[in-house]
């Protein structure tokens, strides 16, 4: 059964600084990992998608990696913003659970102070 | 505009009472999905459906129906609602045809059953 796993479960950094959330998955037949971005009391705005033959993806940032074999992924924050204080999910998709379907993490509550 | 549609977006109700939440895509997806949100245990997929007229259980689906009837419309219906299906729901879609099988996230509707 495909487990997923944020750590840590809440992050607080002064602006201007770099950090990384960390993803665990239990499975590594995976099909996809997707990172959302929640706001409070909000619905979940898409951020990168990583197909499972893909090493990483960027966009501005945000860059997320993938390292199947190990189970992992990052999602690596530059310049951090008051702006970027929400909670963020990765969720996986994979064959052995229906690749349309997306197991997700807890989250990565991020408060970023000015 | 590509976008999933959720109403009510805010409900509050009383055990017993039945009631339905309705979900909508205009991105001619085949597949949708309906998930509920609790604090501690993440996002947790309730029922989905591959296309018209095919649904299936997801995770958990004790105490609600769905069904689709339309390629764009899932609504989620649950007939005699207790207080513990008060949980923020969201319903997703996407294109099993179309890579990488992102798929996309309504705004949330928050029931509370008092």
């Known amino acids: 059964k495909q487990e997923v796993t944020q750590i840590p479960a809440a992050l607080s950094v002064p602006e201007g600084e770099n950090l990384v959330l960390n993803c665990s998955f239990t499975d590594s037949a995976i099909y996809n990992l997707q990172w959302f971005r929640q706001d409070p009391g909000k619905g979940l705005t898409s951020l990168l998608l990583i197909q499972s033959s893909q090493r990483e993806q960027t966009s501005g940032r945000l860059n997320a990696s993938l390292d199947k074999s190990s189970g992992r992924s990052t999602l690596y924050i530059a310049a951090s913003q008051p702006g970027d204080s929400a909670t963020y999910l990765c969720a996986v998709s994979s064959p052995n659970t229906g690749f349309q379907k997306l197991v997700f993490g807890t989250g990565t509550r991020l408060l970023v102070s000015p | 505009e590509a976008q999933v549609t959720q109403n009510p977006r805010y409900l509050i109700t009383v055990t017993g009472k039945k009631l339905t939440v309705t979900c909508s895509q205009n991105?001619?997806?085949?597949?949708m999905s309906w998930y509920r949100q609790d604090p501690g245990l993440g996002l947790r997929q309730i029922y989905y459906s591959m296309n018209v007229e095919v649904t299936d259980k997801g995770d958990v689906p004790e105490g609600y129906k769905v069904s689709r009837k339309e390629k764009r419309n899932f609504p989620l219906i649950l007939e005699s609602p207790s207080p513990n299906q008060t949980s923020l729901y969201f319903c997703?879609?996407?294109?099993?045809?179309?890579?990488?099988?992102?798929?996309?996230f309504g705004p949330g509707t928050r029931l509370t059953v008092t």
């Open positions: 997703a879609s996407s294109s099993p045809g179309r890579a990488p099988y992102e798929q996309y």
């Open positions: 991105m001619n997806h085949e597949y």
